[in-house]
Every structure is written in structure tokens, then in C-alpha cells.
């Protein structure tokens, strides 16, 4: 099936700092999403990207569809302590409209 | 609005047992999924409904766990017999239809034993 590499695995940063993550497929996807999970919780949409070269904001998030329909990108500025947690990617890929496809999650720690 | 809500939240068993879980979705929405999400992974689609019929259950192993969604609102999953490897977050999730966004419950953790 679909596959989804997301990068970095997990991110140590310190209070302040920005944040970068992306997620690349080897096939091309129709919609991009970004989910965080809280420890205990179901994961959450942050933002969803449904055009190949779409920039999109939500407060500090930044995400963009790549132009290549192959990738993504999370951008978190300033970040903040309860910006911990884990960040997926999810996506429907061209085949299949209908069934998302979910990274693997990068695990952010934030030090004050 | 209320979200999805799941039960139980926790549920340890042991091998070879059988356990179910419940998922209310958030009223008028037509598609529910089922996920697995296992330790350090992200969610895998277990299962999705459109109403009360099955879209898509590829990634299901039929031979040892079965979903239903009678009337088209709630749903139940169920493992019979359970593996150890089964030991997992089983999360629910539902959409106004198929390709929208996606809202979770909390999940259910199965710890087997």
C-alpha cells in the first residue's frame, strides 16, 4: 500500500525556537494533512492542503502541498512548551480518494 | 458539538480472549474508520463505513477481528481470539462522508497479556 516517510523521528528543541518536519511519499497524494497527537488523545487536523503548491497557515503553523504532489511540510515558529507532542502526516493518494494514508510521526520535545 | 466518544479507554486481557470496542461518532456523519496505532507507528485503517455499509476493510485480518455499524451510527470492533500482537490503541474516527476531515475519539488501549 501507500507509504509515508516522515523526517525527522523525533526533535529536541529549546522554548522559542522554529520547527521544521516533512513527509515525502513515493506516490502522488491529492490532499495533505497534518495531525498532533497528545499523549492519551486521539490525533487532532492542524491544517489540510489540498492544492499542489498551497501555503497554508494556522496561527505559528505553517504547512505547504509540494509542487510535486510527492511531499510536505510543517513549519511551527516560536515554538512554545505545549507545542510537545507527536505531529503525523496523513494524506489520500491519487489511487484511492477515500482512505488516508498516516505517517509514522515526529516526536517533539520542547525544553523551557 | 460532542466528539467521538469511545469505550472502554483501557482493556487488559489475555491471549487467546476476546474483547470488543464501541464508537459513537459525531451525530450526522456518514463514514466511520477504524484505526489501529501501535506503539511508535501512526494510525493503520483498519476499516471504513459509509453509513452502515463496508468502503473499504483491505487491512483488516478477518480471520480474528470483525466490525460492524448496524444502523449506520454506532459501530463496535471486535478481536476473537486475541494475539499478543494485537496490543495497540484502537481509535475511532468519523466524517461528515468519505475524503473529509477526520475527527477522533480518544482511543481504546488493549494491553494483551
Known amino acids: 500500500g501507500q507509504q509515508l516517510n516522515q523526517s525527522p523521528q523525533s526533535m529536541f528543541i529549546q522554548e522559542g525556537e522554529d520547527v521544521s518536519m516533512n513527509c515525502t511519499s513515493s506516490?502522488?497524494?491529492?490532499?495533505w494533512l497534518w495531525y498532533k497527537q497528545d499523549p492519551g488523545e486521539g490525533p487532532v487536523l492542524l491544517i489540510a492542503l489540498y492544492k499542489a503548491g498551497e501555503l497554508t497557515s494556522n496561527g505559528r503553523l505553517t504547512a505547504q502541498f509540494g509542487i510535486t504532489r510527492k511531499d510536505s511540510f510543517l513549519n511551527i515558529s516560536a515554538s512554545i512548551p505545549s507545542d510537545v507532542g507527536i505531529y503525523f502526516c496523513?494524506?489520500?493518494?491519487?489511487?484511492?480518494?477515500?482512505?488516508?494514508?498516516f505517517g509514522d510521526g515526529t516526536t517533539l520535545t520542547v525544553k523551557p | 458539538e460532542a466528539g467521538v466518544a469511545q469505550s472502554p479507554r483501557y482493556k487488559i486481557i489475555e491471549k487467546r480472549q476476546s474483547v470488543a470496542f464501541w464508537c459513537n461518532p459525531i451525530s450526522g456523519h456518514a463514514t466511520l474508520y477504524w484505526y489501529q496505532q501501535i506503539l511508535g507507528q501512526g494510525p493503520k485503517l483498519l476499516i471504513q463505513f459509509q453509513n452502515n455499509g463496508v468502503v473499504d476493510d483491505s487491512q483488516l485480518p478477518k480471520d480474528r477481528f470483525s466490525a460492524e455499524r448496524l444502523k449506520g451510527v454506532d459501530s463496535t470492533l471486535k478481536i476473537q481470539p486475541a494475539k499478543l500482537e494485537d496490543s495497540a490503541v484502537y481509535l475511532c474516527?468519523?466524517?461528515?462522508?468519505?475524503?473529509?476531515?477526520?475527527?477522533f475519539g480518544p482511543g481504546t488501549r488493549l494491553l494483551v497479556l
Open positions: 496523513a494524506g489520500y493518494p491519487n489511487t484511492n480518494a477515500g482512505k488516508s494514508t
Open positions: 474516527a468519523s466524517s461528515l462522508n468519505r475524503a473529509e476531515t477526520q475527527y
Open positions: 506516490s502522488i497524494f491529492n490532499t
